[in-house]
């Protein structure tokens, strides 16, 4: 059913894991600017920032759902459910979970950097064509950006704990009695 080590890691990276998506989730949640004019801006006008709220909370509410079955496997070295399904279930949807926690990663930090790169170029020549002073524009934007960073290295973090647990998942399931495959 897999050695004391694996099963004991299984679960500090699935708490580990939670706890990072719960961060990153807040995090980008959080997100937001107002200007002096009162315009506002919230990381819903980004899609990409949705994208990377929206795969931090199913990779947090996956992982919360295997808390329990982790804690129990850990505590008494059964499973709680038998005919090797949540070997099968462990293996396959963290590797689902972990290429989806990957993509939200890549989608955050591609578009925060992109913008980052552009933002202080876009500012000015908005500066040249209006003889406005934007810099809190330039400021608040550029803040907002960092937190969207963060958020998303959060993330990041969580996907390489999802993408260590989808190996150990591998070797506890090898370790398992049976393993015919998914459809036999």
Same mark, same amino acid.
């Given at each position: 059913?897999?050695?004391?080590?694996?099963?004991?890691?299984?679960?500090?990276?699935?708490?580990? /894991?939670?706890?990072?998506?719960?961060?990153?989730?807040?995090?980008?949640?959080?997100?937001?600017?107002?200007?002096?004019?009162?315009?506002?801006?919230?990381?819903?006008?980004?899609?990409?920032?949705?994208?990377? /709220?929206?795969?931090? /909370?199913?990779?947090?509410?996956?992982?919360?759902?295997?808390?329990? =079955?982790?804690?129990?496997?850990?505590?008494?070295?059964?499973?709680?459910?038998?005919?090797?399904?949540?070997?099968?279930?462990? =293996?396959?949807?963290?590797?689902?979970?972990?290429?989806?926690?990957?993509?939200?990663?890549?989608?955050?930090?591609?578009?925060?950097?992109?913008?980052?790169?552009?933002?202080?170029?876009?500012?000015?020549?908005?500066?040249?064509?209006?003889?406005?002073?934007?810099?809190?524009?330039?400021?608040?934007?550029?803040? =907002?950006?960092?937190?969207?960073?963060?958020?998303?290295?959060?993330?990041?973090?969580? =996907?390489?704990?999802?993408?260590?647990?989808?190996?150990?998942?591998?070797?506890?399931?090898?370790?398992?009695?049976?393993?015919?495959?998914?459809?036999?």
């Amino acid at each position: 059913m897999g050695s004391k080590v694996v099963v004991n890691s299984i679960l500090v990276f699935r708490v580990l /894991a939670l706890l990072l998506l719960a961060a990153s989730v807040v995090v980008i949640a959080t997100n937001n600017f107002k200007l002096s004019d009162g315009s506002k801006t919230k990381f819903i006008d980004v899609i990409a920032y949705r994208y990377v /709220a929206a795969t931090g /909370a199913v990779g947090f509410l996956y992982t919360l759902v295997q808390i329990p =079955f982790a804690i129990y496997h850990a505590c008494t070295r059964k499973r709680l459910l038998r005919n090797n399904f949540l070997p099968e279930f462990d =293996f396959y949807g963290d590797k689902v979970m972990s290429l989806l926690l990957g993509t939200g990663a890549g989608a955050g930090f591609a578009v925060s950097f992109e913008f980052k790169r552009n933002l202080s170029d876009l500012i000015q020549t908005l500066e040249d064509l209006t003889g406005e002073d934007l810099s809190e524009v330039k400021s608040k934007a550029g803040k =907002f950006l960092d937190r969207a960073i963060i958020a998303t290295g959060l993330l990041f973090l969580g =996907f390489i704990c999802m993408a260590i647990l989808s190996v150990l998942s591998s070797v506890s399931r090898s370790g398992s009695k049976s393993s015919k495959g998914f459809f036999g």
